[in-house]
């Protein structure tokens, strides 16, 4: 049984407070008479720690993405494709569409408690450093949906990103390498998407193929989805992994096949 289908039946056996158990008690709605606070009802069957790090990853990036699209004032059409377009890639079924937003309303709220949220967040996933990476991928990919980053978005990006332990240089060089990945996809002429391929390897055009082929097998092994999912990504954001791996594959074999 997956992580959401054993918080629908009950057989979690572990405490959630603090912020993560209230938007968790808010999503799931009636589900649970008293929210995710309460102890396991079916014998005390608990969810293991794979799981229960699935269940607050995947409530803390639906929620923070509803933060990040408000963080400038307004929710564009293009964010709100791009939650969508995250929920079709989940391929999640109608209860887990409605929980999802349910969250993304939620962190669009006046005083959401985004720093609360992030040290919960930090703490449930402990050490697991490519779960942050993703996740910063995640959401990050929200605000630059609509083609543009502005100067308080990038201020709440940064924000988030040092609160989950990154250096502003560290977040900026992974901002640029997911910049790199919208430009290639949306880029026609092989120029711009050579250019493209390597923003989004993180490199500089002028590297050698040693150079070239370390930073490939990094990302490969940063996004690798199988190793994804036995860390704590929910099974049903393998297909997001996926594609990214596909993405890092292309950029390399064209950057490759150029010279």
């Given amino acids: 049984m997956s992580w959401f289908g054993k918080i629908l039946g009950g057989t979690f056996g572990f405490m959630m407070g603090g912020p ?27 969810i293991g720690a794979t799981e229960r790090v699935q269940s607050v990853f995947f409530t803390v990036t639906f929620s923070v993405m509803g ?4 963080s400038d004032g307004k929710v564009t059409k293009d964010e709100i494709a791009l939650a969508e377009q995250v929920m079709d890639q ?3 079924s109608a209860q887990q569409r409605k ?23 930090k703490k449930e996933l402990y050490r697991r450093t490519t779960l942050v990476q993703i996740f910063l991928e995640i959401i990050s990919a929200v605000a630059l ?19 989950l ?11 640029g390498r997911i910049s790199g990945q919208a430009h290639f996809a949306q880029q026609a002429s092989t120029e711009d ?26 990302q490969m092994n940063q996004h690798h989805p199988d ?19 596909q993405d890092i594959k292309s950029a390399y074999e064209l950057i490759k096949a150029h010279r």
């Fill in 165 to 175: 332990g990154y250096t502003l240089a560290d977040f900026n060089e992974l901002l």
């Fill in 90 to 92: 989940m391929q999640l």
């Fill in 67 to 70: 933060y990040v699209a408000k």
């Fill in 227 to 245: 190793k994804l999912v036995a860390k704590g990504l929910p099974e049903e954001m393998i297909d997001i992994a996926t594609k990214k791996t």
């Fill in 99 to 121: 929980i999802a937003i349910t969250l993304f309303n939620e962190g669009k709220k006046p005083g959401f408690q985004i720093h609360e949220v992030l040290q919960q967040f």
């Fill in 20 to 46: 993560l158990g209230a938007l968790m008690g808010v999503a799931l709605g009636n589900y649970f008479d008293g929210g995710m606070e309460n102890v396991s009802r079916n014998g005390g069957l608990g």
């Fill in 145 to 163: 949906s609509d083609g543009t980053l502005d100067t308080k978005e990038q201020k709440v990006l940064e924000d988030i990103a040092t609160d």
């Fill in 193 to 218: 998407k050579l250019s493209a391929a390597y923003e989004l390897l993180g490199i500089e055009e002028g590297v050698d193929d040693g150079q070239l082929k370390k930073a490939y097998r990094r």
